[in-house]
């Protein structure tokens, strides 16, 4: 019987989320939960000069955000924690003292001068620089400034099998003893994560391909603890539109700022398990279906490029999926952001239904119906074309209608709507769009019947008069 899967995601703490990186973390946290495993996540923040709270912040709110929520770690305020790799130093030195005693590691004496002046030599020779193992034989002495070396065993190569990429070998040739052990007793990345995953009991590695060169050297340190190697998956990396690696320059790469501008967890999640993964033809996903079907075997070896407007798609879908209701919950906290007070505004989930076809972000459904919450912010163009003496008869038809009627509702707009048009010998949008100019400040609206009874009757008539007032000056 195999042991039950445990997988991590083990970011740097050197600034946000990125969308490769979670995209790492989302396809670990789905062969998790596909096959009732453990998801880890473990924070390697042995960089002191890059890594910050800040940026551990940032990292733990777009997990939460997303909804990948890890399932083991210390006890932190009474929740589980991630592993943070600078409390666990003895951990790291434990397990070099282990190598050094089994002669597979050694203390090695050599400064940065010395080693900077090989370099320069190998440079000027056009080689490779690996390190001629000048320590190997020294005897150990604590007492002398040194880092720890993992002594790299005589081979011709080293071929492991990645369940995304296949079969990869490493020639012998291009390795060398690394530092696994800084002199201030920091591990360095190959150390550190093996001898956390080695801890944590992690069975299969899945991240992103720019780490496919530090396998070989993982591999080797796995035997030499005398641990099982665990299954590989390395994921290939996200490019922008010119196929280059996705940067700023792309747009947006942090989680959080997608949250910012609006946009749904469930279609950035949907999106980021599209980038690479697939099962037939389907585009739109639950969570629970892509738990459901997610496998590696459907995880592409080339690379999925960034397409900003697809994304866009995705969300855009995902809000026409939402009730009004739980629609207009989410937008809350967009509508704050904007200054616009509608606590306990029971127009919202109407006002949500209205939009709902045409919102593409949160943020770009408060602005859409700002008006509703807001002062009109008249468009000088719209003004210019509709809110002419001409429109006058028109607005004042449909102002003293409205004054007269005993109920609004949509019907009755209808039919006062129809009404005036039919007097005058106008077509129904000659009508129609000096009225939403009045009331919106704009051009573009849901339905006008929608938008009189979204503002009220007398908000309505309030309008009206403001824009007769315009029509004319």
């Known amino acids: ?57 940032a990292i733990l709110d777009g997990m939460r955000w997303l909804g990948l929520d890890w399932d083991e770690g210390p006890d932190i305020g009474g929740r589980y924690g991630p592993y943070f790799q600078m409390l666990r130093l003895d951990i790291y030195r434990a397990y070099a003292e282990q190598l050094v005693k089994a002669g597979k590691a050694y203390a090695c004496y050599c400064t940065k001068e010395d080693l900077d002046a090989q ?38 190569e080293v071929t492991f099998t990645d369940l995304v990429k296949g079969p990869i070998t490493r020639p012998g040739s291009t390795l060398q003893d690394e ?20 801890t944590m009991e992690i069975n299969l590695v899945s991240r992103g391909d720019d780490h496919v060169n530090n396998t070989a050297i993982q591999v080797l340190l796995y035997e030499a603890l005398g641990y099982p190697v665990p299954a590989f998956a390395h994921l290939p990396m996200i ?41 037939g033809d389907q585009e739109i996903f639950t969570m ?19 397409n900003p407007d697809k994304m866009v798609w995705v969300n855009q ?53 700002r008006y509703l919450f807001a002062p009109v912010e008249m468009d000088p163009k719209a003004r210019e074309k509709f809110l002419v003496p001409d429109a006058a008869p028109v607005l004042q038809g449909i102002r003293d209608g409205l004054a007269a009627s005993a109920t609004v509702d949509a019907a009755g707009l209808e039919k006062l709507f129809h009404d005036v048009a039919a007097g005058r010998s106008l ?30 009757r007398e908000e309505s008539l309030r309008r009206l008069d403001a824009a007769l007032a315009l029509a004319a000056s």
């Open 1 to 57: 019987m195999s042991a039950p899967v445990r997988v991590r995601f083990a970011p740097s703490p050197t600034g946000y989320l990125h969308i490769g990186g979670a995209r790492t973390a989302l396809l670990n946290w789905l062969w998790a939960r596909h096959t009732g495993g453990t998801f880890v996540l473990r924070i390697e923040d042995t960089d002191r000069e890059r890594s910050t709270d800040e940026a551990v912040r």
């Open 239 to 279: 490019l922008g539109a010119d196929k280059t690696r996705l940067s700023k320059r792309h747009g947006a790469t942090s989680v959080t700022a997608y949250r910012d501008m609006g946009f749904l967890p469930e279609a950035v999640v949907n999106y980021l398990v599209r980038l690479g993964w697939s099962h």
């Open 317 to 369: 879908t995902w809000i026409k999926s939402l009730t009004p209701a739980e629609l207009a919950r989410r937008a809350v906290p967009y509508y704050q952001a904007a200054g616009l007070a509608v606590e306990g505004d029971a127009r919202l989930p109407d006002v949500a239904k209205a939009f709902q076809e045409r919102a593409k972000t949160l943020v770009d459904l408060v602005a859409q119906s």
């Open 288 to 306: 629970g279906e892509m738990v459901k079907h997610f496998g590696y075997d459907h995880v592409g070896a080339t690379a999925g490029v960034f």
């Open 427 to 456: 077509g129904l949008g000659k009508v129609a769009q000096p009225v939403r100019v009045a009331l919106t400040g704009g051009t573009a609206s849901p339905g006008i019947y929608d938008v009189v009874l979204l503002l009220g």
């Open 179 to 198: 530092v696994i052990v800084r002199a201030d007793g920091v591990p360095l990345y190959n150390f550190g994560a093996v001898v956390d995953d080695v």
């Open 119 to 156: 370099r320069e030599v190998a440079r000027a020779e056009k080689r490779q620089f690996l390190y001629p193992g000048t320590c190997r034989d020294l005897p150990y002495d604590p007492s002398r400034r040194h880092v720890i070396r993992f002594r790299l065993p005589k081979l011709l």
